[in-house]
């Protein structure tokens, strides 16, 4: 297999800069509206960079939940490598990338947990099974063998029969409040087009950036 050669030429669509909204929240919600409308698969799929407790960079895929008073919104164990990062280091790098529109939305910003009550709405709005996962898993840690939670997973579903799945007081919200959001359209002969939100003194500043 040749990777060098894999290519693909951008031509779907351009990006001018006096074409978008002056709100970048409001220009992502526009971006995410078309994705829906594209049948993008799992379009609020995003890639969350955070930094370990040793200063290096490490990123997986989550899903984004909800835009709430301009923070983006996503759910996870406080416990797990993610949560201790965020802990320690409270800024965090969001990314999507939706390759059917040739497009990619970066996000970056400070990470704070959400209110409790956030939290607790949200999860019980997901599947009973999910509910109870959330209890299950203890997120990052080294597992001998899978059976532990499918073990623990029916005691759990025997104890809360008939009854609501409380949240897991280790398992909550995040909100990621942007300071830049960059929002990139692919362009023939590799001459992308990249904006650029910035906050800068109270206000969005607006820039293209070169590919």
Request: aromatic share 10%; proline share 6%.
């Amino acid at each position: 297999m040749d990777i060098a050669a894999i290519r693909k030429e951008y031509t779907l669509k351009a990006l001018e800069i006096d074409q978008v909204d002056k709100d970048p929240i409001k220009q992502f919600k526009v971006w995410f509206e078309e994705a829906l409308h594209a049948n993008v698969p799992e379009p609020n799929a995003m890639n969350l960079a955070t930094v370990t407790l040793q200063g290096k960079p490490t990123s997986r895929i989550v899903l984004l939940k909800g835009i709430e008073e301009e923070e983006f919104i996503f759910y996870t164990n406080y416990e797990s490598r993610k949560g201790k990062e965020m802990a320690h280091v409270p800024y965090a790098c969001l990314n999507f990338f939706w390759p059917e529109l040739e497009r990619q939305i970066r996000i970056e910003g400070e990470i704070s947990k959400v209110a409790p009550s956030t939290s607790d709405e949200y999860f019980q709005s997901r599947p009973r099974g999910s509910r109870i996962g959330a209890h299950v898993s203890p997120q990052s840690k080294v597992l001998s063998d899978r059976s532990i939670l499918e073990e623990k997973a029916k005691e759990l579903e025997k104890e809360f029969k008939g009854k609501e799945v409380p949240r897991p007081v280790h398992w909550g919200g995040y909100g990621l409040m942007p300071s830049l959001i960059e929002f990139w359209q692919g362009r023939a002969s590799r001459l992308h087009d990249r904006i650029t939100y910035e906050f800068e003194n109270g206000k969005w500043m607006i820039k293209r950036l070169a590919p």
